[in-house]
C-alpha cells in the first residue's frame, strides 16, 4: 500500500512535552531544596592527576546512598567532573577521543597564591581551590557543602555547576523493596479493535486492510495552570500514545544545573528550529517570574523524526549535541572590556531536558539539565575564547574528517529520480547548460521494494554503466542506505542478519519488529562493533551488486525512525545485543550508524583502503564530525525555513559539527522563483549545498524557473566552485583545530556586544561576510561591519574597498535577485580557481588566482592555502598534503607578496613532514583598495638547484575600481617565492 504523507505540519500530539515525561516533570519544578549534597571531606584522596571523594546528603527519597566523586583535568585544558553510584549504569566508551583524556595535574592553591582568584578570597566556604591548564591560568575552586564548583579563567568567573543546588542523582534500587510511588497504568491495550494492519504512515497511524485509517488519540494534559505536574505514573511505568514504557531500573534520572555568570548569551545544545542564542524557558529558574521564559517548555534532546518541523520551537529534532556555550564581556583591570567564552559539555546520550533562565543580576544565563538515566558527567571548558573552546571540545570527540573535495560542490538530489532514463536526462541538462555540479543523488526508490543495497532492475537496469556516464565527467552518486531492514526471508541481507542475531531486540529478548518505509522491519544493533563490522563489509563492491567507488551513502531515518512506535521511534525498553536498554543509546544510533557505514566506504577501496567516504547522516550526536555530514531534515519551501536555516546550521557548527547544510528550496511544498533563488544563494555559502524535494513537490531542478533565474542560478554555483579552495582550506583549518567553518560572528568578533545574538549573517572562516536575503520582495538588506580595529571591509565582487567606522556600522546595501551581499575582511587573502568546469575533479589541475584585500591601517594581508589529492587519506596515511602561507605587505615605496611553507596547530604527535607535488601555478594576482598602479613587477622563485632569478610580470591597473591585477605569475603554489611592486 503506497502511502502519501499529508502536508499540514508537524502533529505535536506524537511528541512528548516535559509535562508527559516522569522524569521531567519530577525535577523541572522542584520547590524545596534543602537537602542538598555534599563532599565528605575524610574520603577526599589524591590519585593519578584526579581528585576523588564520597558524596553525601541529597533528598532522602532518592534512596541516597553515598555518591563517587572524581575530577580530573586533562592536558587538553578542560575538567571533567564525574558522579556516579555503586550499581552499574551503561555509558558509550567509544566516543571520548584517547589523545583528549590524557590526565594533567591540578596544583593546589592558597591564598598567598598570585593565582588565587580575588573572589574567592572574600568566601569563607570550605573548598578545595586548584590550579590547572596550560600556563596555570585556570583555576577550579571544589566547594564542600553543599557540593558546588566553580571554573575561574584567567582569575574571573566562567562558569559553576549545582550553583543553584539542583543537582539531582536517582540511585537504582530494587522495584521490590520500594512500593511503586504513583499509580500504575494500565498495559497497551489493542489500539486496532482486530483490524487488519497493511501500513503505518510516517505520523504513526495505521492504515487498515479496509482502506480506514486509524485515527489520532488526544493524550491528557499533564499540567496545572500554574505550570506544576498533576501526580501521574512514570517512575516506574508510564504511556504515552498508547505505547508503555515498562522501566525495569525504575527511576534512575540525574541532573544538575550550570551558570554562566557573565554571559550574556548561550549558544549550543542543537538541534532546534530556533535562534543562534539560546531563548529562555519558563521554568522556576526564570526572572522576574517562572512564566517570563520566551519558552514554556524546556529544550529537549532526543532524536526524532520529525518532519515539516515548525520554528522557534524548543522541540526535539533529528540529532542533538549536549554542548552548551556562554559569552559575554568582562571587565579588564586596565579598563574597558574583553568577550569571554566557556564551555559545558554534558557527556550523558540519554533523554535531556535543558532549562535557560537569566540570572537575577540579568547578566549571566542559568541552565537546569535533566536526564532520563546515565552518570552526572560533564566537562568544564575554561576557553577563554571561542577558538579555544572549540580546540578543547574537539580534543574529546574528535575534529570533523576532512571531506573529500566532490562533497563540497553541489548535490542535485530527489525524492526520487525515476529510472536511469530520468538520471541521463538531468545530467544531460547539467552538460547543455554547462552548469557545474559533483553529486546526484538516489532516495529509496531506486532498490527493490526498499531492500537497502539492492536495485529495482526494472527502472535501473544498468547501475554500473549509469555511474560510468556519471563519473566520466568527474561526478559521483549517492543512494540511500537506511537502518531498517526489511523482513523478507528472501532478502539476503535480513536473512543473514536474523541468523548471525544482529537485531535490536525487545523487551523480551525477540528481534524487534517495526514499521517503516519496507512495511515489516528490523534495526540493527550498530551499538556493538560485530554488528558495526558485518555492516561495513555490506558495502564491499562484491557484496553491493551495481555499486562503483564513485558511489556513496546517505544514512536517513537513522534516529531511529519507526512509524507505529512511540514518538515514531523504538521503545525505550528495547534492548541492544548486549541487553542494554534503548533509553541509553537511542541518541547513539546514528552516529553509530554513519561511522559503520563511512568504514565500509574505505574498506570496500582495496587493497589500500585509502579512499575518503562520504556519508550523508540525518541523526547525530557529539563525534558525528569524525564521519561524515549531516543536514537539517524534513524543511518547508516557506520564507521562514529559509529563515532559521542559517541559525540551526550555525548552531550545530558551534557544537563541533561544522559540515551540515539545510535542503535547498525546503523539502516539503512548493517554492515560487524568488524563494528558491535566494535560498540558492543562500545555501551556497553554507557548507554542505543540496538541493532535495519531496515526491509529491514539482521538479526542483535550477533550470525549471526560466531562463533568468537559470541564469542566476547558475552564477551562484560558478561562484561556488571558485572558492573551492577556499572553502577546502577551512574545512582543513576546522579538521586541525576544531573551528566552524560557517561561524557566529562573536566567534571572529568576540568584544562586539552587537553581534552577540545576530543570527541572519555569519562568517565563512574568517575572511567572507554572508548576509543573505530572507525575506520576499526585498531588494536591499541591512547588514552590520564590524570592526573591533580598522580593517574594513571590501565588496565581493568588486573588490571596493568599504570604510568602516571604529566599533562597525550598519549598512544598507543593494540586493536585486541576482545578488547576495557577500564581504571580504580587510587584510586577507582569498585563494580561488576561476575557469569554469563541469565538476571539481575537473578544476584539479587548474591555476589559482589570489585576491588581496590589504588592511586599510597595517596595509597587510596574510590568507593559507591547503592543498592534497582531494579524494584519499593519503594525508594522513603518507602525510602526503601541503600548507601555504601567502603574505602581503605595501609601504609607500615598495609592497610584496611572499608564498611559503606554515603549520596549522595542533599537529598530531604522530604527523610527519608534509610533502605534496602539486602540479597547480598562479596565474592572476587581484590587490583590491589600490590607489595608484606600480611602476614594475617582478617575481623572485626560490631555486631548487643553482641561483634564483627575478622575472618581470605583466600587469593592469583600473584607476575606478581601485584593483591591481598581476597577470601569470606562473610559480607553483608549492614553491616559495616573492612578487615584489616598486612605486617611483
Not at 556516579?84 to 591540578?106: C, H, M, N, Y
Not at 593546589?108 to 600556563?135: C, H, I, M, W
Not at 555559502?685 to 541564469?711: I, L, S
Not at 584585500?853 to 596595509?859: A, G, K, N, S, V
Request: aromatic residues 12%.
Amino acid at each position: 500500500v503506497w502511502f502519501t504523507i499529508s502536508v499540514n505540519g508537524v502533529d505535536r500530539s506524537k511528541f512528548r512535552k516535559c509535562s508527559d515525561t516522569g522524569f521531567c516533570r519530577r525535577y523541572r519544578h522542584v520547590e524545596d531544596r534543602s537537602e542538598q549534597y555534599s563532599i565528605d571531606e575524610s574520603s577526599m584522596e589524591w590519585k593519578d592527576g584526579k581528585l576523588t571523594a564520597a558524596v553525601l546528603g541529597g533528598p532522602r527519597q532518592l534512596f541516597s546512598k553515598p555518591l563517587s566523586l572524581s575530577i580530573i583535568p586533562y592536558e587538553s585544558g578542560t575538567v571533567r567532573v564525574k558522579i556516579t553510584e555503586e550499581a552499574f549504569r551503561w555509558e558509550p566508551s567509544d566516543i571520548l577521543q584517547p589523545e583528549g583524556l590524557l590526565v594533567s595535574k591540578f596544583t593546589p592553591l592558597s591564598e598567598s597564591d598570585s593565582s588565587y582568584p580575588a573572589a574567592l578570597k572574600t568566601n569563607t566556604e570550605r573548598k578545595q581551590v586548584l590550579q590547572f591548564g596550560e600556563g596555570g591560568r585556570g583555576v577550579l575552586a571544589v566547594y564542600l557543602s553543599p557540593l558546588r564548583v566553580e571554573m575561574y579563567t584567567n582569575g574571573v568567573l566562567t562558569v559553576s555547576a549545582n550553583a543553584l543546588g539542583m543537582m539531582h542523582f536517582e540511585q537504582k534500587h530494587d522495584s521490590q523493596a520500594h512500593a511503586r510511588s504513583l499509580e500504575s497504568v494500565q498495559d497497551e491495550v489493542d489500539r486496532h479493535g482486530g483490524k487488519e494492519v497493511v501500513d503505518y504512515g510516517e505520523d504513526g497511524l495505521a492504515v487498515y486492510a479496509d482502506g480506514t485509517r486509524e485515527e489520532k488519540r488526544v493524550e491528557p494534559d499533564t499540567t496545572k495552570e500554574d505550570g506544576s505536574r498533576r501526580e501521574l505514573s512514570g517512575d516506574w511505568e508510564e504511556s504515552f500514545g498508547g505505547h508503555t514504557d515498562t522501566k525495569p531500573e525504575g527511576p534512575m534520572s540525574v541532573g544538575m544545573d550550570f551558570t554562566f555568570p557573565h554571559a550574556a548569551e548561550v549558544y549550543g545544545i542543537p538541534e532546534h528550529a530556533s535562534s543562534l542564542a539560546l531563548r529562555t524557558t519558563s521554568s522556576p529558574l526564570s526572572q522576574p517570574s517562572p512564566s517570563a521564559g520566551k519558552y514554556k517548555e524546556p529544550y529537549r534532546l532526543y532524536n526524532l523524526d520529525v518532519f515539516e518541523y515548525e520554528l522557534d520551537e524548543p522541540m526535539a529534532l533529528y540529532g542533538h549535541i549536549p554542548v552548551m556555550l556562554g559569552h559575554g564581556l568582562v571587565q579588564q583591570p586596565s579598563g574597558g572590556h574583553i568577550g569571554v567564552t566557556a564551555g559545558v559539555f554534558w557527556f550523558n546520550p540519554t533523554e535531556t531536558f535543558v532549562d535557560v533562565s537569566e540570572t537575577v543580576t540579568g547578566t549571566g544565563r542559568h541552565s537546569h539539565w535533566i536526564s532520563e538515566t546515565g552518570n552526572i558527567d560533564f566537562f568544564l571548558m575554561p576557553g577563554p575564547s571561542p577558538q579555544d573552546v572549540w580546540r578543547q571540545y574537539s580534543r574529546l570527540t574528535g575534529t570533523q574528517q576532512l571531506p573529500p573535495l566532490f562533497s563540497l560542490g553541489y548535490h542535485q538530489c530527489r525524492w526520487n529520480y525515476r529510472d536511469e532514463r530520468d538520471v541521463n536526462a538531468v545530467e544531460s541538462k547539467f552538460e547543455e547548460l554547462d552548469y557545474p555540479y559533483d553529486v546526484l543523488w538516489l532516495d529509496i526508490e531506486h532498490t527493490n521494494g526498499k531492500r537497502y543495497f539492492t536495485w529495482d532492475k526494472r527502472p535501473f537496469p544498468n547501475p554500473i554503466e549509469m555511474q560510468k556516464n556519471i563519473s566520466a565527467h568527474g561526478r559521483k552518486m549517492v543512494t540511500i542506505v537506511d537502518p531498517h531492514i526489511k523482513r523478507d526471508n528472501q532478502y539476503a541481507i535480513h536473512k543473514e542478519a536474523e541468523e548471525k542475531g544482529l537485531y535490536v531486540k525487545n523487551k523480551d529478548g525477540k528481534d524487534f519488529d517495526g514499521w517503516c518505509w519496507p512495511g515489516q522491519s528490523s534495526y540493527l544493533d550498530f551499538t556493538d562493533a560485530r554488528v558495526r563490522e558485518w555492516w561495513a563489509g555490506r558495502f564491499a563492491l562484491d557484496k553491493y551488486e551495481g555499486s562503483t567507488l564513485d558511489l556513496f551513502t546517505w544514512n536517513d531515518m537513522n534516529e531511529p525512525s519507526v512509524f507505529n512506535g512511540p514518538e515514531v521511534s523504538m521503545q525505550k525498553d528495547c534492548q541492544n545485543i548486549n541487553g542494554i536498554e534503548h533509553r541509553y543509546w537511542h541518541n547513539l544510533y546514528g552516529i553509530y550508524m554513519q561511522r559503520a557505514t563511512a568504514e565500509g566506504l574505505t574498506l570496500r577501496d582495496q587493497p589500500t583502503q585509502s579512499l575518503r567516504p562520504f556519508v550523508l547522516s540525518r541523526a547525530f550526536w557529539s563525534g558525528s564530525q569524525k564521519y561524515g555530514a549531516i543536514w537539517t531534515g524534513d524543511n518547508t519551501a516557506t520564507w521562514g525555513h529559509l529563515k532559521i536555516s542559517a541559525p540551526m546550521l550555525l548552531s550545530i557548527g558551534l557544537a563541533g559539527l561544522p559540515f551540515a547544510g539545510a535542503d535547498v528550496g525546503g523539502f516539503f511544498g512548493e517554492p515560487g522563483a524568488e524563494l528558491f533563488t535566494r535560498w540558492y544563494q543562500a545555501g551556497s555559502f553554507t557548507p554542505f549545498f543540496r538541493g532535495h524535494a519531496h515526491h509529491d513537490t514539482k521538479r526542483r531542478e535550477p533550470w525549471v524557473y526560466g531562463d533568468v533565474h537559470t541564469n542566476i542560478h547558475r552564477d551562484v554555483a560558478m561562484t561556488r566552485y571558485s572558492l573551492l579552495p577556499y572553502w577546502y582550506t577551512t574545512f582543513y583549518i576546522s579538521y586541525r583545530t576544531g573551528v566552524p567553518v560557517m561561524r557566529p560572528m562573536f566567534a571572529e568578533f568576540p568584544n562586539t556586544e552587537a553581534v552577540f545574538d545576530m543570527d541572519d549573517q555569519w562568517m565563512v572562516g574568517s575572511s567572507l561576510l554572508v548576509k543573505p536575503v530572507t525575506d520576499a520582495g526585498a531588494t536591499s538588506v541591512d547588514v552590520y561591519l564590524p570592526a573591533e580595529e580598522a580593517h574594513g571591509w571590501y565588496d565581493f565582487r568588486s573588490l571596493a574597498p568599504i570604510s568602516v567606522r571604529l566599533g562597525g556600522e550598519v549598512m544598507n546595501v543593494r540586493a536585486p535577485l541576482d545578488t547576495i551581499p557577500v564581504f571580504i575582511r580587510g587584510g586577507s587573502i582569498i585563494p580561488r580557481k576561476m575557469r569554469l568546469r563541469r565538476s571539481s575533479k575537473l578544476m584539479f589541475y587548474d591555476p589559482y588566482t589570489l585576491v588581496i584585500t590589504p588592511d586599510m591601517t597595517t596595509q597587510k594581508a596574510t590568507g593559507v592555502l591547503y592543498l592534497d589529492d582531494e579524494t584519499t587519506l593519503a594525508h594522513e596515511k603518507q602525510d602526503a598534503y601541503a600548507v601555504r602561507q601567502f603574505e602581503y605587505e605595501a609601504t609607500q615605496e615598495k609592497a610584496t607578496l611572499k608564498c611559503s611553507a606554515v603549520t596549522i596547530e595542533p599537529v598530531p604527535a604522530d604527523t610527519g613532514v608534509p610533502s605534496f607535488a602539486a602540479p597547480n601555478s598562479v596565474e592572476r594576482v587581484m590587490i583590491g583598495g589600490q590607489s595608484r598602479a606600480p611602476t614594475k613587477v617582478f617575481i623572485e622563485v626560490s631555486p631548487v638547484n643553482g641561483a634564483s632569478e627575478k622575472t618581470e610580470l605583466e600587469f593592469t591597473f583600473d584607476k575606478n575600481a581601485k584593483v591591481l591585477t598581476i597577470k601569470k605569475p606562473g610559480a607553483l603554489v608549492v614553491r616559495d617565492w616573492e612578487i615584489t611592486l616598486t612605486y617611483a
